[in-house]
């Protein structure tokens, strides 16, 4: 044997390289662990797989309010810092402010609550097998109300009802009934019917059915469907100063008569701001309420 040659297995001998220590392969290196395994074959730390996710982050819980209390400090000292003449002083004198956005708050949250007493309701209705042939007009019926120009409506609203904060509610109800009824239907239509029948088949009553199973599975359609008609609301609340329901819109449109840039913006920026701030409390609220057996991992 020549000199260097090691043995059988050894460097450079018929046995191949030997491995290098830690290397985990061959006989002299531990096992090497199996994917998401930790020392010795234990399980790793951590969820198993399929666990569902957070549901709240720190990303959808802080940059929304903080982006938007940022506008809303810009604003405050860009309106401290220019001049007001006696006209826009008058527009934004004592609690002026506060108690058109409080109107404004009023006016989106009512229509809502009352949006949601008849579209939820209604559209559990119309999946009924008895109801079920009056849906397509009643969606027709509810279709019409959103198509028609929310100010046109309110106008033809103050020749049947007249002026006041409820003309405005009607009106808003009216045009924000359609995404909670058409998103119930579609909710409850999009459940497999075989679970309705194992439902069934086990003893549950028609209306245990529908509480226990078929709303629950629903939730996240009608949850979207009551944040758009949040969103919707404050918007068209705006209108409301048109037919004497009072909001955010008294300061923008009296911002646009008198010709008056820090009115006119400052009613502007709490509008959005309020609109911004609704759809991120739904959002949340439409995490928080999901069904656990629906989240995804």
Do not use: C
């Not at 297995?9 to 290196?29: D, E, I, V, Y």
């Not at 920026?269 to 409390?281: I, N, R, S």
């Amino acid at each position: 044997m020549s000199a260097g040659a090691g043995p059988p297995g050894g460097t450079g001998g018929p046995g191949g390289p030997a491995a290098a220590p830690g290397s985990g392969r061959g006989p002299a290196g531990p096992e090497e662990p199996a994917d998401g395994a930790g020392p010795g074959g234990r399980p790793a730390a951590g969820p198993p797989d399929g666990t569902p996710a957070r549901r709240l982050t720190w990303h959808s819980l802080l940059v929304t309010p903080v982006v938007l209390a940022l506008v809303l400090l810009a604003t405050y000292l860009w309106i401290t810092a220019v001049p007001l003449d006696s006209i826009a002083e008058n527009a934004l004198v004592g609690d002026t402010v506060r108690v058109r956005l409080w109107q404004h708050v009023k006016l989106t949250a009512i229509s809502t609550f009352w949006v949601l007493v008849i579209a939820v309701p209604l559209g559990v209705a119309l999946t009924r097998r008895r109801l079920r042939p009056a849906a397509p007009v009643v969606t027709s019926i509810a279709n019409i109300g959103q198509a028609t120009p929310a100010i046109g409506m309110l106008a033809l609203l103050v020749v049947w009802l007249g002026i006041g904060p409820g003309t405005a509610l009607v009106g808003m109800v009216v045009y924000a009934v359609l995404p909670v009824l058409s998103n119930t239907m579609a909710g409850l239509r999009a459940i497999d019917p075989t679970l309705i029948e194992a439902s069934r088949g086990i003893g549950m009553s028609a209306a245990g059915t529908l509480s226990r199973i078929e709303l629950p599975l629903a939730v996240p359609l009608i949850l979207a469907g009551v944040r758009t008609a949040l969103v919707l609301n404050v918007g068209t609340a705006t209108l409301a100063t048109f037919v004497g329901g009072g909001g955010l819109g008294d300061i923008i449109t009296t911002g646009i008569v008198t010709q008056r840039m820090p009115v006119l913006v400052l009613g502007s920026v709490l509008t959005v701001v309020l609109a911004l701030l609704v759809d991120w409390l739904a959002s949340l609220a439409e995490q928080l309420l999901r069904p656990h057996g629906l989240e995804t991992g």
